[in-house]
């Protein structure tokens, strides 16, 4: 099979209703590696770059509560930042570049779920200093 390690795939096939930040950018814990009093951050087994995680919240209005919530993988150099805050809005909108998506067998429910990665993190396009819309959709 050519298909081989994490799948490319855009944003929008990931969050078509966009996302928000609703927790920090924290380094990744590499399990193996770390001992009870040395922590070493995760590593991108194909890059090599350190791994951040940060929690976002899907706007998808179909999703029940317990699947809203979902953490993203940076694999960046040093500690990506999210983008400002938007005034009047409780939780910042975000987009990434550089999607992938690993499935995997979730040991807790024996279902099928996905593992983000991305390569960047930034503020949400706007179209001439307008909102694409999906922040105000949310």
């Not at 087994?45 to 791994?51: A, L, S």
């Not at 550089?98 to 503020?123: D, F, K, Q």
């Not at 706007?126 to 922040?135: L, M, N, P, Q």
């Amino acid at each position: 099979m050519a298909l081989q390690g994490p799948i490319p795939v855009t944003f929008d096939m990931v969050f078509p209703h966009g996302c928000y930040v609703v927790g920090e950018v924290e380094p990744v814990k590499d399990f193996d590696a770390s001992t009870k009093g040395r922590f070493v951050q995760s590593r991108d087994k194909q890059t090599g770059e350190p791994v951040w995680q940060v929690a976002v919240m899907d706007a998808d209005p179909t999703l029940k509560p317990a699947q809203k919530t979902v953490a993203v993988k940076i694999l960046a150099p040093v500690q990506p930042v999210p983008p400002a805050p938007v005034a009047g809005v409780p939780f910042t909108p975000v987009e990434f570049d550089g999607v992938s998506v690993t499935p995997y067998v979730n040991s807790n429910s024996n279902r099928l779920a996905y593992s983000i990665r991305v390569r960047e993190m930034r503020p949400v396009r706007t179209v001439s200093g307008k909102t694409t819309g999906k922040e105000a959709a949310a």
